[in-house]
């Protein structure tokens, strides 16, 4: 019989002394971690649930590695993440990235970048099923492009405000700012890391499916509770009633998000679990 693992992380707010006074605070990151760990034992997984200062890149790395050492095949994988995203410069080139940006999961301790995440799957077996869901902003999207492109109405409806200045505080995106002040900050660190990954990052695609809170261009919401995203997601799977495939359950959950968020559903390699029932193992 398969066997199924997860891992589940929720920020709720990053060390302010590895981002410079700013410490990133949201509601509801690890209110997501536990209940998308509920979902998992539920379905048969042993979880890993990890949250907020525990949210460290040594922690979440080690995590991955322990899966990939136990995993084999037709094992499954579910990885989930709640908390900040971001976006860098691409200082190395890499071709991967059209706009020349690499996106970011801001983790409790650094920035960690999407290619690392990448490296990371890579250690699994090429036919160990990989499910990847990210409650997050993927967008540099600056909140000037933000208030010319979007109406005040829309922007109150998804952020509970009309005021483009307060979204950093109602979205899970890491502040321009702060994205540029760390960047300059830790510039070489991050430009040997992507040189690194560059050169490193050359296997096959691992069959992965990846459901991400909205297109790299949008925001994503947090919530009193759960994030807006998160909370669509666990409403479709109504604790296991929700019968269809990941196709059929992504086009649920972005039927019932602002048309400012869109879920977005991304794969690589061959899963052909798609057309299987989520988080089956």
Known sequence: MPTGLSIHVGLNKVDPKKYDGWDGKLLACENDARDMAEVARANGFSDTVILTADGTVENITAALREAAGRLGTGDMLLFTYSGHGGQMDDLAGDDDEADRQDETLVFYDRQFLDDELHRELQRFEQDIRIVVVL????????????????????????????????????SRLMPEFKQAEIFARDRDFYEGLQRELRNGNGGPAQNAVLIGACQDNQLASDGQVNGLFTE??????????????YRAFHR??????????????????????????????
């Open 252 to 281: 649920d959950i972005q039927k019932r998000m602002p048309a400012i968020q869109s879920p977005n559903l991304y794969t690589t390699g061959r899963p052909t679990f798609l057309e299987q029932k989520p988080f089956t193992i």
């Open 135 to 170: 409650d997050c902003c993927h967008s540099g999207t600056s909140i000037e492009s933000l208030q010319a492109m979007l109406r005040p109405e829309a922007l109150e409806s998804q952020f509970q405000t009309r005021d483009p200045a307060r979204i950093e505080i109602t």
């Open 232 to 245: 669509q997601l666990l409403k479709v799977w109504q604790k296991g009633a929700f019968r269809g495939d």
